[in-house]
């Protein structure tokens, strides 16, 4: 079915989402953070 | 049959309003039922007021000890916290809206208020108690409703609490314990001193077989809508204030430790009730805040694998 | 989707059409299509034998330009000039939008310089002009035009017709991509019952540091 194969074909092209060093960058800050929230939470458990 | 609850007895409605079976009891209501569109447009409107405080009322119906809330319209107020009577700018309003509403058709009565606590939680502030007070004197029945629209966003869930207070002077029998939930410092006196005026109603949801077959089809919009946004982004000032309320906290418990000749050791005897200690409730407070933000790049995580590792 | 869901009454129009005739009458028909400013798919159409059975006929190059509109682009065109029809207005501008849905298939930033080589416009404004009147408004793409740094980015190209070799990395994609998803669930099977598990030890633990707060108050009462 053509219409179907050019969708998913239309489709697959979005793949990745996004990429860029500068997208990159700002997760593994934002990972990073919570993982600092985190662990600050741990210290004010203990 | 789900569609019954949308019949509007009048006859009935009028019977009930005459008995007054609240009358002799303060605690008659004990359950709410909200419909899903009354529910979107309340939470939508709180959303959309921001930071700011908003405030609507709600129509709907009795049906033995549940309130009935079918809709629910938005009043043109800002800032409810700020002032003693907010409703009162809005009272030309609220006539208009009812008189134009029962020449629409529209039966139900006015069933109570709401308004948004944005970011500091579901409870009756003295300036709500006093108002709900005064409602439930004047405009029986009455619920009082309050969204935190900034926790809805944060929690992933609505964040909503259904609230009747109790007559002046009425003494409530011990309550059992209600859901803990984080007050922030500056709050925390006037949620001390009011929480035992009122008491909370369970909240249960319904919908129409027209509102099943409208979210159904509204389904795929909404998981774009989840998967394109993020709670750590967009809820960043929040965190941020929940953080800076809990270090607050954390030097208030250090200095009542310090100023306690024997820190919190009571004996059992000297304990009137069972009460959390406030590092007990801090660290409540910092788990909440931290699986906040798990769940959050929890999210951002999964969405990575799933939309960013594969290439053609 | 909405691009497909346009045009699949016009695929079937035309598939009708070219069923019904054939030869010298294809032609005229193959010319409709490719002018038509909705159409951009035509595979459906060149898989009717009618059509096929123009191969080695005297109107084997409408053949080719239907081949051309289906996996070409401006550039084949041109190099291809003497073996395929003169193009109608309406055909040119078909076959640039087709150029910029190829070229978005192979990139998701494409520079200016790129663009205004491959469909042959000489400046900035006019290559703006088409992209939005021609190929957004059009549905067939969806980017963002970024002026400062000359280049437009991409964030939803409508699919072109398959080229016969594409099947198979196509499967390759949706197969990784299926793998992936199937690994990230039992990833998230395994964390939950990780979870499941601390919990149910924690819980063991608060109970036995109880248990042993209580017999120590005991002792000392």
Known sequence: ENSLLRQVSSLLRRLPAIESGKFQDDFLMEYNDTLLVTYLAMLTNC | ???????????????????????????????????????????????????????????????????????????????????????????????????????????????????????????????????????????????????????????????????????????????????????????IEDFGVHCKQYYSLDITYFKSS??????????????????????????????????????????QAENQMAHTRFGSIITPSQRKKEEEPALAKITRDSTKITVEQVHGLMSQVIKDILFNSVRP | MDIEQ???????????????????????????????????????????????????????????????FAHGTWSDYKINAGSLPNLVAEQVLKLKQLTVLTLAETSKVLPYDHLMQELDVTNVRELEDFLINECMYSGIV??????????????????????????????QTLTNWLSTSDNLLLTIQEKIKWADTMSELDKKHKKEVDDRVEDVKKTLS
């Not at chain 3, 970024?146 to 099947?167: K, N, S």
Request: glycine residues 6%.
């Open chain 2, 210 to 251: 027209l509102d099943c077959h409208l979210l159904d089809l509204l389904w795929n919009k909404y998981w774009v809508n989840t998967l394109s946004s993020s709670p750590l982004l967009g809820n960043g000032d929040y965190v941020a204030g929940q953080i800076s309320d809990l270090a607050e906290k954390l030097e």
């Open chain 3, 142 to 171: 969806r980017g963002k035009l970024d002026q400062l740094r000359r280049c437009f980015e991409v964030q939803f190209a409508a699919g072109r017709d398959l080229r016969p070799a594409q099947l198979g990395s196509m499967i």
């Open chain 2, 1 to 187: 049959a789900s569609d019954a609850i949308f019949f509007y007895d009048e006859s009935a409605q009028t019977k009930f309003q005459q008995e007054k079976p609240w009358a002799n009891d303060p605690h008659y209501f004990k359950r709410v039922k909200i419909s899903a569109l009354a529910l979107l447009k309340m939470v939508v409107h709180a959303r959309s007021g921001g930071t700011i405080e908003v405030m609507g009322l709600m129509q709907g119906k009795t049906d033995g000890d549940a309130i009935i809330v079918m809709d629910a319209f938005a009043l043109p107020v800002e800032g409810t916290e700020t002032r003693v009577n907010a409703q009162a700018d809005a009272y030309e309003y609220m006539v208009d809206y009812s008189q134009t509403n029962k020449q629409a058709g529209r039966l139900e009565n006015v069933v109570g208020w709401y308004h948004s606590h944005p970011g500091y939680g579901c409870w009756l502030s003295g300036i709500d108690v006093s108002t709900q007070m005064l409602n439930q004197q004047f405009q029986e029945p009455f619920l009082a409703v309050v969204i935190d629209p900034t926790r809805t966003v944060s929690a992933g869930k609505v964040e909503i609490g259904a609230f009747r207070t109790y007559p002046e002077g009425f003494k409530p029998a011990d309550e059992p314990i209600s859901e803990y939930q984080t007050i922030p410092l500056n709050k």
């Open chain 3, 6 to 68: 346009k045009q699949a009454d016009l695929i079937e129009h035309f598939v009708k059409q070219v069923s019904a005739n054939k030869g010298s009458f294809l032609a005229s028909i193959i010319i409709e299509a490719t002018s038509n400013p909705s159409l951009f798919a035509f595979s459906e159409i060149l898989a009717v034998s009618n059509v096929a059975e123009l191969q080695g006929t005297e109107h084997s190059m409408y053949l080719n330009l239907l081949r051309l």
